[in-house]
């Protein structure tokens, strides 16, 4: 079985980490360790080599980019992704592949939240977290834990499935969204996380990338979930125009008309209710386009 795994792993400046990380997959056993190398200023690709793992370096930049490119390059039926550094254990790779390899999941993903030494997750990271993965599940109508996580497992065929666009940490969004999209099976489960080595910082910025992963949560779940998004639009144009309603009947009351301001709410309100139809009706579409999708693929 530990023929047909490819484990992948991204790196960008992990010297510190990468050499134990690869030797320790082939002490398991993984013959075909494939590190992609985001042009690493430091000396992760020989470390890499010296362990005994197949390195290439990347085109363009990102985490996505490089995602991209080498799941264009792996012929096996199972591929590992995990972070070169080294706050995944691969003593659990087998936690992830059982799923795939007994038929039973299509992508597998490692869930942090299970078991995570004291110091893996900054506060901030933690919190931006938590949002996140809650953002992620009204959206796409699911009850996932870790949605960012950097230990997953895929059945080649799933990947083959994929249409993946995010260059940068987006990625484990998109992998997220297209498993939901295509119907894959997924599947959590438990794993360790550990905190990053002293002297080796993480490549993300917890705000800036953590502003970008939401919005590519946002800007993907739009046509997902086109229904949250207008409700949501029509109901700051319904509740403004019950605002200046209510200001506009209670003057009315006391005798004095407010002309301009009548024709204000009318227009809010009209306005927001018809964005809630905008939203049903782009839902409806959505759902038939899904329904269709399906039957099409039973094909
Ligand atoms: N090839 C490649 N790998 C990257 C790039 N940016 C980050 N990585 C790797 O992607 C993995 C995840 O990044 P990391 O900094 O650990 O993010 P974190 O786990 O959220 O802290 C690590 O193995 C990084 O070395 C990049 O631009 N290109
Ligand atoms: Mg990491």
Redesign the pocket.
């Known amino acids: 079985m530990k023929d047909n795994v490819c484990i992948l792993?991204?790196?960008?400046?992990?010297g510190k980490t990468i050499r134990d990380l690869v030797a320790r997959f082939k002490a398991l056993g993984y013959e075909d360790v494939l590190v992609?190398?985001?042009n690493s200023s430091d000396d992760t690709v020989s470390e890499a080599k010296a362990a005994g793992a197949r390195v290439i370096s990347?085109d363009g930049?990102?985490?996505g980019?490089?995602v991209q490119q080498a799941f264009g390059l792996i012929d096996r039926d199972i591929t590992v992704m995990i972070?070169?550094?080294g706050?995944y254990l691969p003593e659990e790779v087998e936690k992830l592949i059982e799923p795939i390899a007994a038929g039973k999941a299509d992508h597998v993903m490692g869930n942090r939240f299970a078991n995570y030494e004291k110091g893996a997750f900054t506060g901030l990271n933690l919190f931006g977290n938590k949002v996140l993965n809650k953002l992620f599940n009204i959206d796409y109508k699911v009850c996932l834990e870790d949605i960012?996580t950097?230990y997953r497992a895929f059945d080649n065929k799933a990947i083959k499935r994929m249409d993946l666009n995010q260059s940068?940490?987006g990625i484990e969004v998109e992998l997220t969204v297209e498993s939901i999209k295509k119907d894959l099976r997924m599947l959590e489960v438990p794993i360790s996380y550990r905190a990053?080595a002293a002297g080796a910082p993480?490549?993300?910025n917890p705000l800036e990338?953590g502003f970008k992963i939401g919005y590519t949560i946002y800007k993907l779940g739009k046509t997902y979930n086109p229904m949250l998004y207008l409700s949501i639009v029509g109901a700051i144009f319904v509740a403004a125009g019950i605002a200046v309603g209510t200001y506009v009947t209670w003057d009315w009351f006391k005798g004095i008309n407010h002309l301009p301001l009548t024709i204000l709410t009318a227009l809010l309100t009209i306005t927001g209710v018809q964005i809630f139809i905008f939203g049903y009706l782009s839902d409806m579409i959505v759902q038939v386009q899904r329904e269709t999708l399906r039957e099409l693929r039973k094909r």
């Open positions: 792993i991204p790196t960008l400046n992990e992609i190398d985001g990347q930049k990102g985490k980019t490089a972070d070169g550094d706050t960012l950097g940068g940490f990053r993480t490549k993300l990338d």
